[in-house]
């Protein structure tokens, strides 16, 4: 047996092709070489080789003399695979030299050494002397075939080591569709399986469970294909592979793997801290060994097949049908309205009243109106107070300041600022005196530089996200993306496209509130052509820049959550808040030009201040964590821009941030509060602000003291709760003041209220989170619940999407009550 190996060899390495000529003796070489061999070998070591069989348990000693080899055969057929399991275990305990073992197959080599030695962090060495692997099993072409392999046990230690060896077939090698496989594995004993993909199934879900959390342990998928990486230095060689403490799951399609079929490989690690677990050793030594216990995890494995092609095609289509059916319901709308007021034109403007007269008669109605509500009391709005401040003014004096910027070059006009906007009770009209062409061109540019943003924004981020999904689909590691994976359902080159396709509604939604915006802009544009009293004089001044500006930003957060959702984790989650945080400012931008477009921010101030709050949540996910002396800072910073901002908006812009503001503010509390005590000139504002500050100190508080992980989602809270508070504070002064909420803009708000709330019930399900490690993420992973496609988080998509629509059309439909009001005679707050 030895000469026949030594012959083999030799022939291969050292008499390969030559010409015939020397042949003979390259041969006599070759004979004489492995004769010496055989004698140096034979003076140095003692081969001995024994024909083995399976399921028996070999007790045997090995020394530096002496090397055993064992002869295994075993049949193996084309249609079934059994595998073959190696078990060994060291008796002896302190030799100087491990024993290594040698598995020779026909196409594959298996070696190891006992104690296995597996490194975890920081080098820690972690020595096992119970291995248990499983052999390669390469496919054979032919019907049955009869193969040998040989396990050759040696060491280089001059004492005798006690070591055990079985050999044993796995049964139960081949996993079966839908039927739960039950086994053990540990760092030192990895255990893999195969799978053959069945007929009529393309794509399946390999699911791993266990009812211990540690140890951590890694599930793999695997080519078959020799050899098989399956210890916890080398899983992550090839294939994919995730971490997983009770739960992982992997979705596998047949055309990766053209054998059509796998291996599921699963790997115990030597250390928990990859799964969130403490790391319990500190060694004092570098070399030192440590025992890691017992880590045994008792595992769970099942594959299913995952959806066909008619599950995609129903969940696209029901994702078109619902938000198609509000475009639908939106065109029936128009057409209603349209048939509406034509028969109220047809009512208004007889055919024999030629449009002069009928503009004569508009105008005598409104100077009447106006005249009117110079005298009237207003019992109505219930402020007796203000009867003289809302006087009805000309056409002239509208236009006393048509400059757009806050300061204008005449004192006199400037005097009168500050006259007007400083009264105790001011009307629209107060606040509306700036030419409207001017006021106009500067709304439009909060469209236009949101369009900017979105194009400069949105190209680096696709382009990254796409570079995310490369890198997971080359590299095979599923830790990169925090995915629900137990319904993740890809579809090309995407991981989990109905995480996608349910961030469809942002997008249609958005554009369908532009078409309702272009509609109401043409339609005031007309009104305006024809010189219409109502659309001149009456109602909140039409702007519509921040409405488009509102729709483009709903449209950009669809698609920039769909680019996060391409590979959601912590590095990214700022795509899939920016433009909520846009979405935030503008709608209490838009709330507060209602009442007050001639003082309301400018797009570049606006956009600059919501930079800042990106910028500081960039910062927030990047060195947050546990930072002490970024939370200080950020508490400072939040609680002066609260005190700064509410300073504004009690003076209407009245006041100064200059270096006479400390003597401005003493003067201040000396005179209405030590020198006489005076209640606040503005109780309605006052009110608001002071609740707007002890919301957001209190959320400064708790940020300072809490110091959440998500800094992103506590600084969309802070924008969110500042919304509703003054949301709810425009509702509340509206309804005071006498005025109504009509039909349609009150079932928007019973419906929008409605679908937040089933929204945000879906939302805190939480099937995923980055705040944690990826297998401690993937313990959240729940199946589908609507058509098989669907989970939770698109849920939320669906219901969030339709109800930041519904909000937008709150917001543009809740004063649609005072089209027909003068606007002296609505009031400000």
């Given at each position: 047996?030895?000469?026949?190996?030594?012959?083999?060899?030799?022939?291969?390495?050292?008499?390969?092709?030559?010409?015939?000529?020397?042949?003979?003796?390259?041969?006599?070489?070759?004979?004489?070489?492995?004769?010496?061999?055989?004698?140096?070998?034979?003076?140095?070591?003692?081969?001995?080789?024994?024909?083995?069989?399976?399921?028996?348990?070999?007790?045997?000693?090995?020394?530096?003399?002496?090397?055993?080899?064992?002869?295994?055969?075993?049949?193996?057929?084309?249609?079934?695979?059994?595998?073959?399991?190696?078990?060994?275990?060291?008796?002896?305990?302190?030799?100087?030299?491990?024993?290594?073992?040698?598995?020779?197959?026909?196409?594959?080599?298996?070696?190891?050494?006992?104690?296995?030695?597996?490194?975890?962090?920081?080098?820690?060495?972690?020595?096992?002397?119970?291995?248990?692997?499983?052999?390669?099993?390469?496919?054979?072409?032919?019907?049955?075939?009869?193969?040998?392999?040989?396990?050759?046990?040696?060491?280089?230690?001059?004492?005798?080591?006690?070591?055990?060896?079985?050999?044993?077939?796995?049964?139960?090698?081949?996993?079966?569709?839908?039927?739960?496989?039950?086994?053990?594995?540990?760092?030192?004993?990895?255990?893999?399986?195969?799978?053959?993909?069945?007929?009529?199934?393309?794509?399946?879900?390999?699911?791993?469970?266990?009812?211990?959390?540690?140890?951590?342990?890694?599930?793999?998928?695997?080519?078959?294909?020799?050899?098989?990486?399956?210890?916890?230095?080398?899983?992550?060689?090839?294939?994919?592979?995730?971490?997983m403490t009770k739960k992982g799951a992997i979705?596998?399609?047949?055309?990766?793997?053209?054998?059509n079929s796998f291996y599921v490989v699963v790997?115990?690690?030597?250390?928990?801290?990859?799964?969130?677990?403490?790391?319990?050793?500190?060694?004092?030594?570098?070399?030192?060994?440590?025992?890691?216990?017992?880590?045994?995890?008792?595992?769970?494995?099942?594959?299913?097949?995952?959806?066909?092609?008619?599950?995609?095609?129903?969940?696209?289509?029901?994702?078109?049908?619902?938000?198609?059916?509000?475009?639908?319901?939106?065109?029936?709308?128009?057409?209603?309205?349209?048939?509406?007021?034509?028969?109220?034109?047809?009512?208004?403007?007889?055919?024999?009243?030629?449009?002069?007269?009928?503009?004569?008669?508009?105008?005598?109605?409104?100077?009447?109106?106006?005249?009117?509500?110079?005298?009237?009391?207003?019992?109505?709005?219930?402020?007796?107070?203000?009867?003289?401040?809302?006087?009805?003014?000309?056409?002239?004096?509208?236009?006393?300041?048509?400059?757009?910027?806050?300061?204008?070059?005449?004192?006199?006009?400037?005097?009168?600022?500050?006259?007007?906007?400083?009264?105790?009770?001011?009307?629209?009209?107060?606040?509306?005196?700036?030419?409207?062409?001017?006021?106009?061109?500067?709304?439009?540019?909060?469209?236009?530089?949101?369009?900017?943003?979105?194009?400069?924004?949105?190209?680096?981020?696709?382009?990254?996200?796409?570079?995310?999904?490369?890198?997971?689909?080359?590299?095979?590691?599923?830790?990169?993306?925090?995915?629900?994976?137990?319904?993740?359902?890809?579809?090309?080159?995407?991981?989990?496209?109905?995480?996608?396709?349910?961030?469809?509604?942002?997008?249609?939604?958005?554009?369908?509130?532009?078409?309702?915006?272009?509609?109401?802009?043409?339609?005031?544009?007309?009104?305006?052509?024809r010189k219409d009293l109502n659309a001149l004089?009456?109602?909140?001044?039409?702007?519509?820049?921040?409405?488009?500006?509102?729709?483009?930003?709903?449209?950009?957060?669809?698609?920039?959550?769909?680019?996060?959702?391409?590979?959601?984790?912590?590095?990214?989650?700022?795509?899939?808040?920016?433009?909520?945080?846009?979405?935030?400012?503008?709608?209490?931008?838009?709330?507060?030009?209602?009442?007050?477009?001639?003082?309301?921010?400018?797009?570049?101030?606006?956009?600059?201040?919501?930079?800042?709050?990106?910028?500081?949540?960039?910062?927030?996910?990047?060195?947050?964590?546990?930072?002490?002396?970024?939370?200080?800072?950020?508490?400072?910073?939040?609680?002066?821009?609260?005190?700064?901002?509410?300073?504004?908006?009690?003076?209407?812009?009245?006041?100064?941030?200059?270096?006479?503001?400390?003597?401005?503010?003493?003067?201040?509390?000396?005179?209405?509060?030590?020198?006489?005590?005076?209640?606040?000139?503005?109780?309605?504002?006052?009110?608001?602000?002071?609740?707007?500050?002890?919301?957001?100190?209190?959320?400064?508080?708790?940020?300072?003291?809490?110091?959440?992980?998500?800094?992103?989602?506590?600084?969309?809270?802070?924008?969110?709760?500042?919304?509703?508070?003054?949301?709810?504070?425009?509702?509340?002064?509206?309804?005071?003041?006498?005025?109504?909420?009509?039909?349609?803009?009150?079932?928007?708000?019973?419906?929008?209220?409605?679908?937040?709330?089933?929204?945000?019930?879906?939302?805190?399900?939480?099937?995923?989170?980055?705040?944690?490690?990826?297998?401690?993420?993937?313990?959240?992973?729940?199946?589908?619940?609507?058509?098989?496609?669907?989970?939770?988080?698109?849920?939320?998509?669906?219901?969030?999407?339709?109800?930041?629509?519904?909000?937008?059309?709150?917001?543009?439909?809740?004063?649609?009550?005072?089209?027909?009001?003068?606007?002296?005679?609505?009031?400000?707050?």
């Amino acid at each position: 047996m030895v000469l026949r190996s030594c012959w083999k060899s030799r022939h291969k390495n050292s008499c390969g092709p030559a010409p015939r000529w020397i042949r003979p003796a390259l041969l006599w070489l070759c004979v004489t070489q492995c004769v010496c061999g055989i004698g140096a070998v034979e003076d140095s070591k003692n081969v001995v080789q024994k024909d083995a069989e399976f399921d028996v348990t070999y007790n045997d000693s090995v020394t530096s003399q002496n090397q055993t080899i064992y002869a295994f055969n075993h049949t193996i057929s084309r249609n079934k695979t059994e595998g073959v399991r190696v078990t060994v275990d060291v008796l002896s305990r302190g030799s100087d030299s491990p024993i290594l073992f040698v598995v020779r197959q026909k196409q594959a080599v298996l070696s190891f050494q006992i104690p296995l030695i597996l490194r975890g962090l920081y080098q820690r060495k972690y020595p096992y002397n119970h291995v248990g692997r499983t052999l390669c099993q390469p496919p054979t072409r032919a019907a049955s075939e009869t193969q040998y392999f040989f396990v050759d046990v040696s060491t280089l230690s001059s004492q005798g080591t006690n070591y055990q060896l079985r050999v044993s077939r796995v049964e139960s090698f081949t996993l079966q569709t839908d039927k739960k496989f039950s086994f053990t594995a540990s760092p030192s004993q990895p255990q893999y399986f195969k799978y053959v993909f069945p007929d009529g199934v393309d794509t399946v879900i390999v699911k791993v469970n266990s009812d211990m959390t540690f140890p951590c342990s890694v599930m793999s998928i695997q080519d078959i294909q020799c050899p098989v990486y399956d210890l916890d230095n080398n899983v992550a060689f090839i294939g994919m592979y995730q971490t997983m403490t009770k739960k992982g799951a992997i979705t596998v399609q047949r055309k990766d793997f053209p054998s059509n079929s796998f291996y599921v490989v699963v790997v115990v690690k030597t250390e928990d801290e990859a799964c969130g677990g403490p790391l319990r050793f500190y060694p004092l030594r570098p070399d030192e060994l440590i025992d890691a216990g017992n880590r045994s995890k008792l595992i769970d494995v099942v594959v299913t097949p995952a959806i066909n092609s008619e599950v995609y095609v129903m969940g696209m289509l029901f994702c078109l049908g619902i938000f198609l059916s509000f475009y639908l319901l939106t065109l029936l709308m128009t057409c209603l309205e349209n048939k509406r007021m034509k028969k109220r034109e047809a009512f208004q403007v007889p055919d024999d009243m030629s449009p002069a007269e009928t503009a004569d008669n508009g105008s005598t109605l409104s100077s009447e109106a106006i005249t009117d509500s110079a005298t009237s009391t207003d019992n109505n709005y219930g402020y007796i107070e203000r009867t003289m401040d809302c006087v009805g003014r000309s056409r002239h004096e509208s236009l006393s300041s048509v400059e757009e910027d806050d300061y204008d070059t005449l004192d006199d006009i400037n005097s009168d600022k500050n006259i007007v906007r400083t009264k105790k009770y001011l009307c629209v009209s107060d606040l509306s005196r700036k030419d409207k062409r001017i006021l106009s061109k500067k709304y439009q540019i909060y469209f236009w530089n949101i369009a900017t943003i979105a194009v400069f924004y949105a190209l680096p981020v696709v382009q990254l996200v796409i570079t995310y999904q490369t890198v997971v689909n080359v590299t095979g590691n599923q830790d990169i993306c925090y995915y629900n994976f137990l319904c993740a359902h890809p579809l090309g080159a995407l991981s989990a496209f109905n995480n996608i396709l349910s961030n469809l509604g942002y997008v249609l939604l958005g554009f369908l509130f532009l078409l309702i915006i272009l509609k109401r802009d043409i339609a005031h544009n007309r009104a305006l052509f024809r010189k219409d009293l109502n659309a001149l004089e009456c109602g909140i001044p039409k702007h519509f820049g921040l409405y488009y500006a509102m729709g483009t930003a709903l449209m950009m957060e669809g698609l920039l959550s769909a680019c996060y959702h391409v590979c959601p984790n912590y590095t990214n989650f700022q795509f899939d808040t920016s433009f909520m945080y846009m979405i935030a400012g503008l709608c209490v931008l838009k709330l507060y030009q209602k009442r007050h477009p001639d003082i309301n921010a400018s797009a570049y101030t606006a956009y600059a201040c919501l930079a800042g709050v990106i910028f500081f949540s960039v910062l927030g996910v990047v060195f947050g964590k546990g930072n002490t002396v970024f939370w200080i800072v950020f508490s400072v910073i939040h609680i002066l821009a609260t005190m700064l901002l509410s300073t504004q908006l009690y003076y209407m812009g009245r006041w100064r941030l200059d270096s006479g503001i400390l003597r401005r503010i003493v003067y201040i509390v000396y005179t209405d509060c030590i020198r006489q005590c005076s209640g606040p000139m503005y109780i309605d504002r006052m009110v608001l602000l002071v609740l707007g500050n002890i919301i957001n100190w209190s959320l400064a508080a708790f940020g300072l003291i809490e110091r959440p992980n998500d800094f992103a989602s506590y600084l969309l809270a802070i924008a969110i709760c500042n919304l509703l508070l003054y949301f709810a504070f425009y509702i509340i002064m509206k309804l005071r003041s006498g005025e109504r909420i009509q039909c349609l803009a009150l079932v928007c708000i019973l419906f929008t209220a409605v679908v937040w709330g089933f929204a945000l019930f879906f939302f805190f399900q939480g099937l995923s989170t980055w705040q944690k490690t990826p297998a401690e993420s993937r313990e959240h992973n729940r199946d589908c619940i609507l058509l098989s496609f669907f989970d939770d988080h698109d849920i939320w998509h669906f219901l969030s999407s339709i109800a930041m629509f519904g909000s937008f059309l709150v917001l543009l439909t809740m004063d649609d009550d005072l089209d027909t009001v003068q606007r002296d005679k609505i009031l400000a707050f």
